[in-house]
Nanobody, 127 residues
Framework: QVQLVESGGGLVQAGGSLRLACVAS????????MAWFRQAPGKERGFVAA?????????YADSIKGRFTISRDDAKTTVVYLQMNSLKPEDTAVYYC???????????????????WGQGTQVTVSS
């Protein structure tokens, strides 16, 4: 059974930090590109960050560059992290983990190309 399970969301004050985690199981996710997307109320889902299957390459949306860091650990099962620092109220959203099985895909920001999704975790940043 394929599962992507996010955790780590919550309520934090502006300027604070959170670390999200996504545990992926049921496939050989160590060979998948992994990403985080987010969706704020009334807005479309948008790309946040991605990490290549090897972990060698990372990509970030301009809005979070320098504040968020994506990483992965494939030692046992695949776990993808999103370290979020200097959080702002505009970072409030549901954050989703996603997996892309096409390692040649260069359109890492395109959500429609991802094969598997988690259920999301809520991040709320108060001002």
């Amino acid at each position: 059974q394929v599962q992507l399970v996010e955790s780590g969301g919550g309520l934090v004050q502006a300027g604070g930090s959170l670390r999200l985690a996504c545990v992926a199981s049921g496939r050989a996710f160590r060979f998948y590109n992994m990403a985080w997307f987010r969706q704020a109320p009334g807005k479309e889902r948008g790309f946040v960050a991605a990490v290549s299957w090897s972990g060698a390459t990372t990509y970030y949306a301009d809005s979070i560059k320098g504040r968020f860091t994506i990483s992965r650990d494939d030692a046992k099962t695949t776990v993808v992290y999103l370290q979020m620092n200097s959080l702002k109220p505009e970072d409030t959203a549901v954050y989703y983990c996603a997996a892309d099985g096409d390692r040649s895909n260069s359109r890492y920001y395109e959500g429609s190309l991802y094969h598997y999704w988690g259920q999301g975790t809520q991040v709320t940043v108060s001002s």
